[in-house]
């Protein structure tokens, strides 16, 4: 069964650093095309970073140049390291695979169950 | 960056009740379109993905249609379960994004 499971969200001050982890299973992060996703409180979903298998990254606008996602592959595991936070930043951030079907559409699935990361002083 | 646009952003229904959920893209997005149902506390869970590809274990009360622009779920007859929000998804470009959501409640 894949699953993907985040940790490292909590309290930091504005300005401060954080990184988060997705831990997968049952599948290779490397070979996979991963993504973080956020979800501010009462609010919709944001599409963050998205990683590919050949190593491009891509970033929204809104975290370009303080967000940068990564991958350890001996540890298959997906990170995202936010630096200079905003009290915007908080949400609920989830990781996900981005599948591309072999037609060259592409969806995410499965999610990680979320963490929260609050910035806040 | 592509903008997509939901519509309405909610609405009541009754179980039994025919539903049709729209979202509309900022430019032309072929059939990259995917449609997500979202409960409380809970991670997004994929139900359509290439504007009408029934995701395996999901109902086929739920159907997605639409290619360029303009694209619609519909729920045919909608069961207690399936309160919740939903969310259109485009992955035409590489800056994927997502509708603002739209919150289906019991009338």
């Known amino acids: 069964e894949v699953q993907l499971v985040e940790s490292g969200g909590g309290l930091i001050q504005p300005g401060g650093s954080l990184r988060l982890s997705c831990a997968a299973s049952?599948?290779?992060?490397?070979?996979?095309?991963m993504s973080w996703v956020r979800q501010a409180p009462g609010k919709g979903l944001e599409w963050v970073s998205v990683?590919?298998?050949?190593?491009?990254?891509y970033y929204a606008d809104s975290v370009k140049g303080r967000f940068t996602i990564s991958r350890d592959n001996s540890k298959n595991t997906l990170y995202l390291q936010m630096n200079s936070l905003r009290a915007e930043d908080t949400a609920v951030y989830y990781c996900?695979?981005?599948?591309?079907?072999?037609?060259?559409?592409?969806?995410?699935?499965?999610w990680g169950q979320g963490t929260l990361v609050t910035v806040s002083s | 960056d592509i903008q997509m646009t939901q519509s309405p952003s909610s609405l009541s229904a009754s179980v039994g009740d025919r539903v049709t959920i729209t979202c509309r893209a900022s430019q032309s997005i072929s059939s990259y379109l995917n449609w997500y149902q979202q409960k409380p506390g809970k991670a997004p869970k994929l139900l359509i993905y290439?504007?009408?590809s029934l995701q395996s274990g999901v109902p086929s009360r739920f159907s997605g249609s639409g290619s360029g622009t303009d694209f619609t779920l519909t729920i045919s007859s909608l069961q207690p379960e399936d309160f919740a929000t939903y969310y259109c998804q485009q992955s035409y470009s590489t800056l994927y994004s997502f509708g603002q959501g739209t919150k289906l409640e019991i009338k």
């Open positions: 996900a695979s981005l599948i591309v079907g072999a037609t060259s559409f592409s969806w995410f699935d499965p």
């Open positions: 049952g599948f290779t992060v490397s070979s996979n095309y």
């Open positions: 290439a504007a009408s």
């Open positions: 990683i590919y298998s050949g190593g491009s990254t």
